[in-house]
């Protein structure tokens, strides 16, 4: 299976703040890599699909690079609304798999 | 609009049996892949199974190969799990998910499904 490895676990920021979060595939997974929001006692939320490419309606804030095995999600300035854990998730091969999922919170 | 509703959830003891439903509608389900998605109580996603739109393709991760089994009815736009032999490591929620082949882009609430004596 591939191993998705998030990073970091959690982080802190304040309203307004860029932020960053990594996901490294232990295989090249080319293209096909993913990004869900999930807030809290809700389903997941596919944000960005195919590495950089946003969903009708997620705001321009949010954009997601990378390439092969080492792929970036960031928030360009974070809102309170954005208060979630984000996933990636790779889908080249099965079983799909996910990262272990990051948590945001508002400093 | 799409809706997915799950149903089928419960409590249920070590090696018994429960089979989830999930109900489609807003879309022309026969057309999808179908996913089953699960979260354990305060953990990450782990994707479960997966088919294609007539049911001939059926993908299932290892730990529950040969315990679960996804089906189909395209005629009633229902998604089903069948789950046998149950273990407390299956104690989940667990989330169908449409699969458009570059994402799981609509989803379910969920169905708790909690195994335990």
């Known amino acids: 299976d591939i191993q998705m490895t998030q990073s970091p676990s959690s982080l802190s920021a304040s309203v307004g703040d860029r932020v960053t979060i990594t996901c490294q595939a232990s295989?090249?997974?080319?293209?096909?890599l993913n990004w869900y929001q999930q807030k809290p006692g809700k389903a997941p939320k596919l944000l960005i699909y195919d590495i950089s490419n946003l969903e009708i309606g997620v705001p321009s804030r949010f954009s997601g690079s990378g390439s092969g095995t080492q792929f970036t999600f960031t928030i360009s300035s974070l809102q309170p609304e954005d208060i979630a854990t984000y996933y990636c998730q790779q889908y080249d091969d099965l079983p799909q798999t996910f990262g272990q999922g990051t948590k945001v919170e508002i400093k | 609009e799409v809706h997915l509703e799950e149903s089928g959830g419960g409590l249920v003891q070590p090696g018994g049996s429960l089979r989830l439903s999930c109900a489609a509608s807003g879309f022309l389900f026969r057309s999808f892949w179908m996913t089953w998605v699960r979260q354990a109580p305060g953990k990450g996603l782990e994707w479960v199974a997966n088919m294609d739109e007539n049911g001939s393709e059926k993908y299932y991760v290892d730990s529950v190969e040969g315990r679960f089994i996804i089906s189909r009815d395209n005629t009633r736009n229902t998604l089903y799990l069948q789950m046998n032999s149950l273990r407390a490591e299956d104690t989940a929620v667990y989330y169908c998910?449409?699969?458009?082949?570059?994402?799981?882009?609509?989803w379910g609430q969920g169905t708790l499904v909690t195994v335990s004596s």
């Open positions: 998910a449409t699969d458009r082949g570059s994402g799981l882009d609509h």
């Open positions: 295989q090249d997974i080319i293209k096909y």
